[in-house]
């Protein structure tokens, strides 16, 4: 008989044919792999039966945490742009969280996670963009996370937007004529221009009404979340009919504020002359500067135009750079016939030309740097009547008839640097009668205009582009990239933007 060869198997394979040939009895009942099927098996068929401990390994003596129970909560609009959440505690919970469904599009996103103990959150928010938003608060531990009632905030929206009165209010005072705010915010001028009070200089008696339209101008600032009266501006030589505070502008910082008074009358000329009380060139106009120097305001400059005339209305539109270093003023009814800048101020034969002043600071003390006009004479252009500057000072954009005019500083010397006009006109698009610079590198001019359209092709210069035109929908996020500030327009405003290269 043939011999079969020995052949050795591994201990561990010889093993592994042992225990394959066994029954399930003969394995017994702790083999592990079947204890594992025998209770899945069970569990399988008694699915309401839950066992008394998790048993997914490495917690196999963990018992399982029920959620706790929902708060309930409540949403109130407690100061401007801000909501308070309140709700009650639970017992149980680990953590609160507050999500937010901005659309009301049943998608909610966490906002905040808190602590146990705390039973209150305050939220700053958009109006604009949270006019819909719907909040829940969540009472989360190890076993999940209960929602509470969902909370509204449509209707009660209009409390958060900030209302401002004047402390000395009255009928036809036409407070907020002209509003400017610091680069944070936390400062806002606003003007008055036919307010009645007689009094003088800062924080003045207001309660006497003898004077109408001599104009008024108030500083607001935001102190630890709230807004406050800090100054009761009024001119050096309040007089009748002035209209100080028809034109406002402040600096970045909030420190440097500059106020318009177009109807002022005194036949003073120059930076702080002694003709205030001169009442003998009815509407010249005249500007007036007030800095902030430890918490205390006060005037530092009454400045008169270099030319000034009865009816120039100097001081209709005034604008400061971030710095509050560069003062820019429009006099729309000026009447020289001069195409050259600093040149032919003198003349009055071209009635309600308009012109522009340029003003340097250094310290407390202005000086006329600029007067400037256009190369071209054109009677009732009225130049001036919508007025811009770049942050630092060194571009100016104007209006000039149906044109905008862009004049820029080059060192010491200012040059006419571009006309921008529209290819075909209609008096109804109301072009260039509000003007804004942006104060970035790349240079835009945002011109609104009134039902513009579309296919109205603007003349090109060599300098400037024509970017696109925007309507108010998105000119938010524009006017936020470009670092703008822009009065708020109605739903039939166009914007153009027009890109006039680097500085």
């Known amino acids: 008989m043939k011999k079969i060869p020995y052949i050795s198997l591994p201990l561990f394979l010889l ?41 997914s390994e490495g917690n196999d003596s963990s018992p399982l945490i029920d959620a706790p129970a929902a708060v309930i909560a409540t949403v109130q609009i407690v100061d401007i742009k801000t909501l308070e959440f309140e709700w009650s505690s639970v017992n149980g919970v680990e953590e609160y969280k507050i999500l937010e469904d901005k659309n009301a599009s049943g ?32 009472s989360c531990n190890g076993g999940g996370c209960s929602d509470s009632n969902p909370m509204k905030i449509e209707d009660m929206i209009n409390e958060g937007i900030g209302y401002f009165k004047a402390h000395n209010a009255e009928k036809r005072d036409f407070f907020g004529a002209s509003i400017s705010m610091n680069d944070d915010g936390s400062v806002i001028v606003v003007g008055a221009k036919w307010e009645k009070s007689n009094a003088t200089g800062i924080d003045g008696d207001s ?20 807004w406050k009266q800090k100054a009761y501006l009024k001119a050096s030589n309040t007089g009748l009919k002035d209209e100080f505070g028809g034109s406002v502008s402040i600096s970045a910082d909030g420190k440097t504020i500059a106020v ?62 971030a710095d509050g270093q560069t003062l820019a003023v429009s006099a729309p009814n000026e009447a020289s016939n001069s195409t050259t800048i600093n040149e032919g101020e003198n003349d009055n034969s071209v009635a309600d030309n308009g012109a522009l002043y340029v003003f340097r600071r250094a310290g407390n003390t202005w000086t006329q740097e600029a007067y400037l006009k256009t190369n071209e004479t054109t009677p009732v252009a ?42 075909i006109f209609d008096e109804s698009d109301h072009f260039g009668e509000t003007l804004a610079l942006s104060g970035t590198e790349a240079i835009f001019l945002l011109v609104p205009v009134m039902k513009m359209e579309r296919e109205k092709v603007l003349i090109k210069t060599p300098t400037t582009t024509v970017v696109r035109i925007l309507g108010p929908p998105i000119f938010s996020d524009v006017r936020k990239k470009a670092g703008l500030k822009m009065p708020t327009l109605n739903p039939v405003i166009q914007i153009l933007v027009i890109f006039l290269g680097k500085r």
């Not at 399930?24 to 399988?44: A, C, F, H, M, S």
């Not at 607001?220 to 709230?226: A, R, S």
């Not at 318009?260 to 005194?266: C, I, P, T, V, Y």
């Open 207 to 226: 309660v006497d009404n003898s004077l109408n339209n001599a104009g008024a101008a108030y500083v607001f600032q935001k102190i630890n979340g709230q």
């Open 15 to 55: 093993s592994f044919l042992s225990a394959s040939c066994l029954t399930n009895t003969e394995r017994g009942p702790l083999y592990d792999g079947d204890k594992k099927d025998v209770i899945e098996e069970e569990q399988d068929r008694s699915p309401d039966i839950k066992p008394d401990r998790d048993l």
């Open 107 to 138: 998608d909610f996103a966490e906002i905040f996670t808190l602590s146990k103990e705390v039973g209150k959150k305050k939220y700053s928010i958009s109006l604009y963009q949270n006019r819909r938003s719907i909040y829940k608060i969540q």
């Open 382 to 423: 009225s130049m001036g009547v919508a007025l811009a500057m770049s942050g630092d000072g060194n571009l100016l954009a104007t209006n000039y008839g149906r044109a905008v005019f862009i004049f820029k500083r080059n060192g010491e010397e200012w040059i006419q640097k571009a006309k921008i006009l529209p290819n």
């Open 260 to 321: 318009g008074a177009r109807s002022e009358s005194s036949a003073g000329i120059g930076v702080n002359g002694n003709s205030q009380d001169d009442d003998s060139a009815p509407s010249a106009g005249a500007v007036y500067v007030f800095v902030n120097t430890n918490d205390k305001w006060s005037q530092i400059a009454y400045i008169k135009a270099s030319n000034s005339q009865t009816l120039d209305t100097f001081g209709h539109q005034v604008v400061l750079s």
